[in-house]
């Protein structure tokens, strides 16, 4: 059984249907429980009848404001369950077929998502029995490669860099990234201004500022501006770990 | 440009009239050093056998090592070398890996979308989902189970994801056929795909 | 959660009262899996078999192998796995390691974001050229051009790519300072980097 949720505690209001309230992986997750908890199938009227129970998970979901984020997505869900429920009580006049359709398809996708719960079940059970095979980790042994002196140009890098971030325009649409250059050339003032005060700073805490994602890849990418005006240095000691970002030290 | 005199050509001539056994010793040997899936392609041009032969070398191969420590794996239509399930204990404890790094339910539903439809997006992830899967795409990206394998038509050319041999070897499969059946309703077609 | 009862445990003990035939499967994996030599220590660790026991299945490996496509050396008192001699060719062909040929675009990504990303994963570089790339991978490990430098914290303890001695001479710069100016999409900020 794939259930990862656990025993809600006495004093959460959802003790009654035993849930703890970080651990179900999205909005569809969740309904496919209640539903599957009630013994029925998945269809609009199921998802009607497990609504109200869905809307107190969420209300108290969103009393943790640490999950925020994660709340919007249930969110977006328990305002459609809304939607559709008002429409079954007070029957429109109007665009009945919509509606219809709307919680047809919303129990289409919960059908698709519940049959690929069910096979990470399924991976579950062959991973928690696994007798997983290991590919080699070596390197080619016992062959010495031969390395050419001054082969190769080093600028054919660059030019690598290059092809690589040349995106070719698909069927005439190009993509325009949120980027403006005065916000990109306000990121680098900033960061460069925080770096002459501080001298040393990490990634995290210049990104700290940062509201959405595009704007801390406004931030790299100032970075990677001052380390190629050297102007700065960066210093990552290992892979994910954290990047130091601070004054270049010029040798002359 | 300087030209090697040892080195093999730029038009390499391979071993010509290969005895069947010694093709079988170039594929064995093949299979070894190569660090990922290569596949019969890549074994008629490093070898010059052709491709019949090396069909019948690398059988006589899957044949010989069914019951040794190694086996031969087969991914899309490449093959790869693989320590033997019956091993798997040993290697883990020589290799200082612990049992404990289950992959979670997100990790696992991600998984499972990406192994029945690949190659395919994370929008289309999502879209099944119904939640954000950044954080289940990275984790199974840097485990090794899942690669991109290009870039898809849509706006912004999302990377396309697929297994990989290591995720057959994570679950001690052979190859993708070997997976569970799956009953699936069929991905949708609003234009996720 | 369910616990599997043939699932290893996570202090494994290693399979008690082999047989020989088992130990020299058990063995043969190891020798495939291990980064480098072993010793019949590390073997004994990994199996639970005694020294006397491993030593007589690594003679029966040795005699088993000594005329197929992999071999069985001796470096001091530890043994590793390497390919046969006369597949050398074949396998330098499958490499890529034919030295008279510039490197391929794939390649010369790859050696790019490895170059001014160091040490980096092979996920953050599949991240960013949005392709499998183990091909270009092993291709510069076997050139000698890269190799891998030690293992990441992240799940899987991914290996680490740096670039080697070679990579300087190949390119004919004295040191990573003396690198173009480049403007290279680093590590994104979704986990990948």
Known sequence: MLGTWRTGTAASPLA?????LTSFDGPFDLLVHLIENQGFDITTLSLLAVTSQYVSYVETLQRKSAFAEATAEFLAVASQLLLLKSQAFLPSQTNDDEDISEAQSLADRLRVYSAYRKLAGELDEIQLSEMPLFPRLAVPTGIAPEIPKNWQDVSDLVFAIEAMLEQPEENGISVTLPFSRFSLKQRIDSVRDTIARVREVTFDVVASECGTRMEVVYTFLAIMYLVAQRGVSVRQSKAFGQITISIAEHQD | ???SEIGPSSSPEPDAALEDLDLEL???ALLF???????PGDMREATGADEAAIERALQNLKAHYVDRGIRIILHGDSYQ????????????ILL???????????????????????????????HIRGVNSDSPLSLLAARGLISPVGRGDQLGRPNLYATTAGFLAYFGIESLDDLPEADLP???SDGYG
């Open chain 2, 96 to 126: 200082g890996m612990n049992s404990n790094q289950k992959l979670t339910q997100a990790s696992l539903e991600t998984l499972a979308i990406i192994a029945y439809n690949q190659p395919t997006t994370r929008a289309q992830i999502e």
């Open chain 2, 81 to 92: 070398m693989c320590s033997a399930p019956a091993a798997s204990r040993s290697c883990r």
């Open chain 2, 1 to 3: 440009m300087p030209v």
């Open chain 2, 186 to 188: 069929g991905p949708s």
């Open chain 2, 26 to 28: 170039l594929v064995e």
């Open chain 1, 16 to 20: 009654e249907f035993n849930l703890e």
């Open chain 2, 33 to 39: 050093v190569a660090s990922g899936p290569i596949s």
